[in-house]
Nanobody, 120 residues
Framework: VQVAESGGGSVQAGGSLTLSCAAS????????MAWFRQPPGKERELVAA????????DYAASVEGRFTISKENEKNMLYLQMNSLKPEDTAVYYC??????????????WGQGTQVTVVS
């Protein structure tokens, strides 16, 4: 699945951003998707995941209660609403199909990502 992330930027701590991910594959509506991020100097990590129908979501403990993942199958779009942003949320954010059986380091295809910078 080819994806294109957008919506990143620089924001003050406590602010909000909404990231978007446009997917090109017709199978998108049947896919469990996720957002990942890679902070500077650190490894890529899972942020949030959502099942194919949006019926179930899961979040990293560090973003629980602040971020919301959503999926719009009719438009092949994935979103990440980020509220109460903290400097430690600074990272390049990526969307991708979610394969829970694989470690994130084993994924072999990524989009270009979108940079989020939170300044204090």
């Amino acid at each position: 699945v080819q994806v294109a992330e957008s919506g990143g930027g620089s924001v003050q701590a406590g602010g909000s951003l909404t990231l978007s991910c446009a997917a090109s594959d017709e199978s998108f509506s049947r896919l469990t998707m996720a957002w990942f991020r890679q902070p500077p100097g650190k490894e890529r990590e899972l942020v949030a995941a959502i099942t194919w129908d949006g019926g179930q979501t899961d979040y990293a403990a560090s973003v629980e209660g602040r971020f919301t993942i959503s999926k719009e199958n009719e438009k092949n779009m994935l979103y990440l609403q980020m509220n109460s942003l903290k400097p430690e949320d600074t990272a390049v954010y990526y969307c991708n199909v979610y394969y829970p059986e694989y470690n994130v380091h084993e994924y072999d295809s990524w989009g270009q990502g979108t940079q989020v910078t939170v300044v204090s």
